[in-house]
């Protein structure tokens, strides 16, 4: 006979009866991820996951892998809060896992501050925290270990591909004019990309960067920021988005002006992720590259926490295997390989 857990979601404080044990749980507060209150099998492992959002096909590609892999089938019994963007919600979200005493906590934290109160909760309560995608400036003892991509080395990729791209097309003497589109400010992969690819735009003194703003790693504030920037600039040489959504509302304000763009037009387009529909604007010709940032954590997250369950250490960081694409590339044949 199974041994069951409880956990309970937006109930007042209550005492439940697990077998002939009693269990008082505290009242939470969240209102995503609802349930009223479900029996776990002890053997599970219980992990509360808190997610920025669903701001890009990254995200919902990231959300699908953590979803798929975290089964009861794997042997987890997964809580999932969705913060849509917002660092309290993802707070209040870290707190109610700490009420349900789930086993870990996987933390995909939107912006780098403003977790250290919230963590040492966490660390008080005795829950493992993984942090996931992001990280969180904190002191490193708040976390197990971190699993991510290298943003900052894709930014720096960016920017020698920008360099070698010049070259062959024999415009390296010329003044290049560029904007930068950045993902939520803040957030590890913005503040990744941006400081990456300024190594690079520092090394050369024909590179000139107009402006850089935030387009919140959507497509609807990519557009909004990109119609700015037109407006604004009469040349834009080149356009540096922080992810491939903003990178398809670029594409759209540069059209909608009348401007032309990726390997054959006037605006050559830089773009992170690598999503699907990355590979259909290349291949329709209106983006130039994509750094792949890989979203499927799911598989080694689930490692990671098995491990930590049988009582095994992890590596502190974790980075995850990123390659780049570009029309120099058999780009249909690779899509088809592509995963998400
Ligand atoms: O943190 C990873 C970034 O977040 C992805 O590049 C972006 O698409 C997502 O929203």
Redesign the pocket.
């Known amino acids: 006979m199974n041994i069951l857990k409880n956990i309970l979601y937006l109930l007042p404080a209550a005492v439940l009866c697990v077998g002939c044990t009693a269990k008082e749980v505290p009242s939470t507060e969240t209102g995503a991820g609802v349930h009223a209150e479900d029996q776990v099998d002890e053997n599970l492992i219980v992990v509360g996951v808190s997610q ?2 669903a ?5 919902n590609a ?1 959300t699908e892998s953590i979803k798929s892999a975290l089964t009861s089938e794997n042997g987890f019994y997964l809580i999932f809060e969705d913060a849509q963007q917002k660092q309290e919600n993802q707070i209040k979200a870290v707190r109610n896992f700490i009420l349900q005493e789930v086993d870990y906590i996987v933390l ?1 934290p939107i912006v780098e501050t403003g977790w250290d109160a919230v963590l040492q909760e966490a660390k008080d309560a005795g829950i493992p925290v993984i942090l996931d ?2 990280l969180a400036d904190v002191d490193e003892d708040l976390y197990t270990c971190w699993l ?2 290298n ?1 900052e080395k894709e930014g720096e990729d960016a920017g020698h591909w920008l360099e070698d791209y010049l070259k062959d097309s024999g415009r390296d003497q010329e003044t290049v004019k560029m904007v930068t589109l950045q ?2 400010l803040g ?4 503040i990744g ?1 941006t400081n990456g690819f300024s190594k690079v735009l520092k090394e050369h003194d024909n590179w000139e960067m107009l402006e850089m703003m935030d387009g919140d ?2 497509q609807a504030k990519g557009q909004e920021v990109m119609e700015e920037l037109l407006k604004k600039y009469e040349e834009i040489d080149v356009v540096i988005c ?5 990178a398809f509302g670029a594409v759209d304000a540069i059209k909608a002006a009348g401007r032309t763009c990726g390997p054959e037009g006037e605006i050559t387009i830089i773009s ?2 690598a ?1 699907r529909a990355a590979f259909d604007a290349m291949i329709a010709g209106d983006i130039n590259v994509a750094f792949e ?1 890989n ?1 499927l954590h799911g598989p080694k997250l689930a490692e990671i926490l098995k491990t930590l369950s049988e009582g095994g250490k992890v590596d502190k960081i974790q980075y995850m295997e990123e390659k780049y694409f570009d029309m120099t590339m058999d780009l249909e044949s690779i899509r088809e390989t592509r995963a998400y």
């Open positions: 920025v959002g701001e890009s096909d990254w995200r990231h995909a995608d992001r991510g991509t943003a993902g939520t957030a590890t992969a913005q990309r790693f959507t922080e992810n491939d959504n903003m992170f992720d999503v940032c979203p």
